[in-house]
């Protein structure tokens, strides 16, 4: 495994848990439509852009009398006070903190807009404070599964793919798109990968890319067993 000297975070279930957020207004626009929003079509948004994932809904659920951007303005309206109210996700607190307290540079890359994290982070401001970049998809040209977002936030903190770690939980990052594998997605993206289960959310599992090939690990279950290793990779033996 490679020494780790540098972090990068997703935000949306892997910091903050926000994901009951959206599944509180997608269900409820949904239901509007006399639709029913399923885990499926949840997880093909996860991890996208917002106009994306907004044709991905509309699409899935064969709604066309709103369009795309109709589609953000009703949700953004139901999102606000949710996200005034979210927090931590387990572990992810203590380990960055910890990563902090040892000098470990961290950023954030994540496809919220600015406006969103905005909202997300605003009871969180001190923790944040601590995060040497928050790149969002307003920074970048390809939102996820491209993985220009952690490049981008990989150049504002100096770190090295070889020694970078990232923390991820979106399918789509996990199993990449169109021609490009998921292994290709990942080894663009840092010398080790752990993979948060967005769904399952205490499925951990990571991908170690190395000159001489890649390791990937199926998920298992425990998200602090995810969370020690992490921590000693980075040659700490306790979070």
């Known amino acids: ?121 605003v009871s969180h401001t001190d923790w944040f404070g601590t995060f040497g970049a928050v790149v969002t998809s307003e920074d970048v040209e390809h939102g996820k599964p491209a993985p220009d977002i952690f490049l981008h936030a990989a150049s504002l903190i100096d770190a090295p793919p070889a020694s970078t770690l990232v923390f991820e939980d979106s399918p789509s990052l996990h199993f990449g798109s169109g021609a490009q594998s998921k292994r290709e997605a990942l080894l663009e993206l840092a010398g080790l990968v752990m993979l948060l289960g967005a769904v399952n959310r205490d499925r951990v599992g990571f991908v170690h890319a190395a000159p001489g090939g890649t390791l990937f690990r199926e998920p298992v279950r425990g998200r602090g067993r995810i969370l020690h290793l992490a921590a000693s990779q980075i040659g700490r033996a306790h979070v």
């Open 1 to 121: 495994m490679p020494q780790i000297t540098h972090v990068i975070w997703d935000l949306d279930g892997t910091l903050l848990d926000t994901e009951p957020s959206y599944l509180i207004s997608g269900t409820e626009i949904a239901r509007k439509y006399g639709r029913e929003l399923t885990p499926a079509i949840r997880e093909q948004m996860m991890g996208r852009p917002g106009l994306v994932a907004a044709r991905i809904f509309l699409d899935a659920l064969e709604i066309d009398v709103i369009t795309p951007e109709q589609f953000i303005e009703e949700r953004e309206t139901m999102l606000e006070a949710l996200f005034r109210a979210c927090q931590p996700m387990p572990g992810a607190l203590a380990l960055s903190r910890h990563l902090h307290a040892h000098g470990i540079p961290q950023a954030v890359a994540t496809s919220s807009s600015r406006r969103n994290v905005g909202f997300k982070t």
